[in-house]
């Protein structure tokens, strides 16, 4: 595979970085959302009240709390300002980079690894959700962190990695409900169910990592109880999100099933001509062989971007941040396709792929 110059990587990575810290110092916060959670934020530094969230003195219930809990301590370090508001997010955005690298590496190689952290890194989705700060920020990286601990750990059975990887899934649903669970849980599932391990759906493991979770999740639900009842954990684990696709819910709006399959286009912008390739190849493959026993392959980034994808655009309410979620997982696959270009440079295909992207740009 060829690469790039001893450092490449590095100068990339600095110089993206640069890109980020401009924005969260130079750019004022964005109605509605993000100026909203930074209003919640100061509110809750100012009165000290932690589980029972307020916007305006008024109960609010829309969002689970992780996001304000983190910036009003970044606002008691640092003062109430749009960066302190940004930073937990974007600390979240640079683990989430280093997840999905070596997500790469454990599933691939080093190399995949590094192009899947470039290409998430430099998605226009991230620098938007980077800077327009809502709960999919810390969502999107907290998965892609469970996913990773949950495979190393599936692989060298080291019971820190399992920890790490329930606690990854908790901090996903503190900051926005049960897909955060859902989204991993459909990737491990797809790649399971594809390799004929049927055994690893009934581990005992998974139990105790519900029982940390549910220990991790227990002062927002108490929270939740104390300030709307049973009906403040219902919304949580039932209504805010598949309410959605019950109907339940009263967010609707005129969208249609594509949606998100052209949304796609823009947020993961320049590098979803390569990521769509990558899920039709990886799809093809699949019918051709008929799904017989695979000997050495994985489809849990197939799995973790596609199966999500499919839910989510079932929605009656759609937002183009709802998808952010997956993004890691579409780098993975964009980044296969990336080096398996690379390693034939000379080939026809490179050179079509290339003259896209040139156009992209």
Request: with cysteine; charged share 15%.
């Amino acid at each position: 595979m060829s690469t790039l110059p001893k450092y490449g990587y590095l100068a990339l990575f600095v110089l993206t970085t640069v890109v980020y810290l401009l924005g969260m110092v130079a750019i004022d916060l964005m109605d509605v959302d993000a100026a909203q959670y930074a209003s919640i934020s100061r509110e809750m530094r100012e009165t000290g009240s932690f589980l029972q969230v307020y916007h305006r003195h008024e109960d609010y219930l829309d969002k689970p709390p992780l996001l304000f809990w983190l910036s009003a301590c970044s606002y008691g370090l640092f003062g109430v300002s749009a960066f302190a508001y940004r930073l937990p997010s974007f600390l979240f955005t640079l683990l989430g980079v280093f997840a999905t690298y070596r997500l790469g590496w454990l599933l691939y190689d080093r190399e995949t690894g590094k192009i899947a952290a470039l290409v998430l890194y430099t998605c226009q989705a991230y620098f938007l959700i980077s800077h327009d700060v809502r709960t999919d920020t810390i969502l999107a990286n907290a998965v892609v962190f469970g996913t990773w601990q949950l495979t190393d750990y599936l692989r060298n059975r080291r019971p820190l990695n399992g920890a790490l990887a329930f606690g990854g899934f908790a901090l996903a649903m503190l900051q926005k409900g049960p897909i955060g669970l859902m989204v991993p849980g459909l990737a491990f599932a797809a790649d399971w169910a594809y390799g004929r391990r049927w055994k690893l759906f009934l581990r005992w493991e998974w139990l105790a990592g519900g029982v940390l979770m549910l220990g991790l999740l227990s002062p927002m639900l108490w929270g939740l109880y104390r300030q709307f009842g049973a009906d403040g954990i219902r919304f949580f684990f039932w209504t805010q999100s598949f309410g959605r696709l019950t109907g339940e819910n009263v967010w609707k709006d005129d969208s249609d099933a594509l949606f998100f399959t052209h949304t796609f286009l823009w947020a993961f912008l320049p590098w979803m001509v390569l990521a769509y390739y990558g899920v039709a190849t990886r799809l093809w493959n699949l019918v051709r062989g008929r799904f017989a026993r695979p000997v050495d392959a994985e489809v849990l980034t197939l799995g973790g971007f596609l199966l999500p994808f499919i839910a989510l655009s079932t929605s009656q309410y759609k937002l183009p941040h709802y998808i952010f979620v997956v993004f890691p997982f579409a780098a993975l696959l964009a980044a296969r396709v990336i080096g398996q270009l690379l390693a034939r440079v000379e080939a026809k295909p490179f050179r079509v792929f290339f003259s896209i992207q040139l156009f992209i740009a």
